[in-house]
Nanobody
Framework: QVQLVESGGGLVQDGGSLRLSCSASGSFLSIITMGWYRQPPGKQRELVAA???????NYADSVKGRFTISRDYAKNMGYLQMNSLKPEDTAVYYC??????????????WGQGTQVTVSS
C-alpha cells in the first residue's frame, strides 16, 4: 500500500516562507514524478509545481521565482520551498506522485493535503 503524507503547512504572514514535505512510503519499485497541487477556498485544484524526468521542473506562472520544488531520491521525499508568500497562496496543498508498484503497474497517488494560510 503506497501512501503519501504531507507536512509543513501552517499559518504564515505575508512575505513569509514555508517548506512543505511529502513522504512516500509502502512497497513500490520507483517514483517517476512528484508534484504539488493546491486548492484555494472555493476554487478548483491547480498545479503548483512538478518535478519531472531529467531533473526538470515546471511551475505555475503565479509561483515562478518564489517556489522551488525538489526531491530526495534516496529518502523518497519531495519538498516545496515557498518564499515571499502572498495571501492568494492560501490553499490546501497536495502532494502527488506517479509511482510504479510493479512492472506496468503505475499510477498517480495523492496525499491528504496540508493547509497553508497566509495572513495579510
Amino acid at each position: 500500500q503506497v501512501q503519501l503524507v504531507e507536512s509543513g503547512g501552517g499559518l504564515v504572514q505575508d512575505g513569509g516562507s514555508l517548506r512543505l514535505s511529502c513522504s512516500a512510503s509502502g512497497s513500490f519499485l520507483s517514483i517517476i514524478t512528484m508534484g504539488w497541487y493546491r486548492q484555494p477556498p472555493g476554487k478548483q485544484r491547480e498545479l503548483v509545481a512538478a518535478s519531472i524526468s531529467g531533473g526538470r521542473s515546471n511551475y505555475a506562472d503565479s509561483v515562478k521565482g518564489r517556489f522551488t520544488i525538489s526531491r530526495d531520491y534516496a529518502k523518497n521525499m519531495g519538498y516545496l520551498q515557498m518564499n515571499s508568500l502572498k495571501p492568494e497562496d492560501t490553499a490546501v496543498y497536495y502532494c502527488t506522485a506517479f509511482i510504479c508498484v510493479s512492472a506496468g503497474g503505475c499510477r498517480d497517488y495523492w496525499g491528504q493535503g496540508t493547509q497553508v494560510t497566509v495572513s495579510s
